[in-house]
């Protein structure tokens, strides 16, 4: 089963976001990495145009910049009560 498969069964469930996020709009990490969030919807990674909230880990950043294929999703999660897209990868999260 593909990561974004498992993803997409696991819609209503908990995952941890091993790193921190990097919010776009702030331009900056938060330094709270280990956060559980509830997962409300997820896509194919770079489907959802208004996604660019956040990204967790810096893995995902440095692959794409070195062309490199990365295993990710966008992930509608409840981040500390909010609703928010995140691009994930699957080094980024652990599905509990």
């Not at 790193?19 to 900056?28: A, E, F, P, V």
């Not at 409840?78 to 897209?85: A, F, I, K, Q, T």
Request: proline residues 2%; contains cysteine; charged residues 25%.
């Amino acid at each position: 089963m593909t990561f974004l498969k498992q993803f997409q069964a696991h819609k209503g469930g908990l995952l941890r976001i091993k790193t921190q996020l990097y919010w776009y709009n702030k331009g900056r990490h938060d330094g709270n990495p280990g956060r559980v969030c509830l997962i409300l919807d997820v896509y194919a990674a770079r489907q959802v145009d208004n996604r660019d909230i956040a990204a967790a880990g810096a893995a995902n950043e440095q692959a794409e910049r070195d062309g490199k294929k990365v295993n990710s999703v966008d992930a509608f999660l409840l981040v500390d009560g909010v609703p928010r897209w995140i691009w994930l990868s699957e080094a980024d999260v652990e599905l509990l």
